[in-house]
């Protein structure tokens, strides 16, 4: 009877092994699944290259302005200024180390402390879609009415008529009109700028009031 009982107690005891190795296997597995490495696979990298390139090209058009600076200087130096931080901010994010600096030597200011106020374009945009229903209904629109109160300026680029934005992807079509004479030009997105959208100077003069150099009653809507 003892040599009886002492086997089914072995029994127990196996059993109660293989139970907790089972479970064991099965929590070592759900942490394998759940761990920060498979979940920061799915966010890919921004490539640096492109990112360096475009901060080179920005910081070059500043140093000319600064170089050779005229009346609208000081206004296409923020607005490129503004895109630089934007820039920056990305190669931060995607771990870029290279020592970027213009043509000039000029190296660019690192924005890192700026970045938390440059979100705040991004986090309006959904309260700016509730007017764009309004323009529809009073069939003033041919598209749909983006950063609803947004002013529109030159970015002092040549070329034909192009817009740059912080908002758009490239390859976007915008239609922006001036409300104050009813002019409007409908032209893609070729580039990052630090407004919703920032036309070039062949766009603006399609636009534009003699001598102005602002627009600040003007309507953009996304057509394509």
Do not use: Y
Request: hydrophobic letters at 40%; aromatic letters at 2%; a positive charge.
């Amino acid at each position: 009877m003892p040599r009886l009982s002492s086997g089914r107690h072995r029994k127990r005891a196996t059993i109660g092994l293989a139970a907790l190795l089972g479970v064991s296997g099965v929590t070592a597995a759900a942490i394998a699944l759940s761990s920060p490495a498979s979940n920061a696979a799915e966010a890919p990298k921004e490539n640096c290259g492109g990112l360096d390139t475009a901060l080179q090209n920005n910081l070059n058009f500043i140093a000319g302005q600064q170089a050779n600076p005229d009346a609208q200087s000081a206004a296409r130096i923020a607005n490129r200024q503004a895109v630089v931080d934007l820039i920056q901010q990305r190669r931060v994010v995607a771990e870029c180390t290279a020592n970027v600096v213009a043509n000039n030597g000029q190296a660019a200011p690192a924005p890192v402390q700026q970045a938390p106020a440059q979100q705040a374009p991004a986090q309006q945009a959904p309260a700016q879609q509730a007017p764009a229903q309004q323009q529809n209904q009073n069939g003033a629109a041919t598209g749909d009415v983006v950063c609803a109160g947004s002013t529109v300026t030159l970015s002092g680029e040549a070329g034909a008529p192009a817009a740059s934005s912080n908002q758009f992807p490239a390859g976007t079509k915008l239609k922006v009109t001036n409300l104050d004479n009813s002019k409007s030009t409908t032209v893609t997105v070729t580039s990052v700028s630090g407004s919703c959208a920032l036309l070039n100077n062949a766009a603006f003069e399609q636009v534009r009031e003699p001598g102005k150099f602002l627009i600040r009653r003007a309507r953009i809507e996304r057509v394509g």
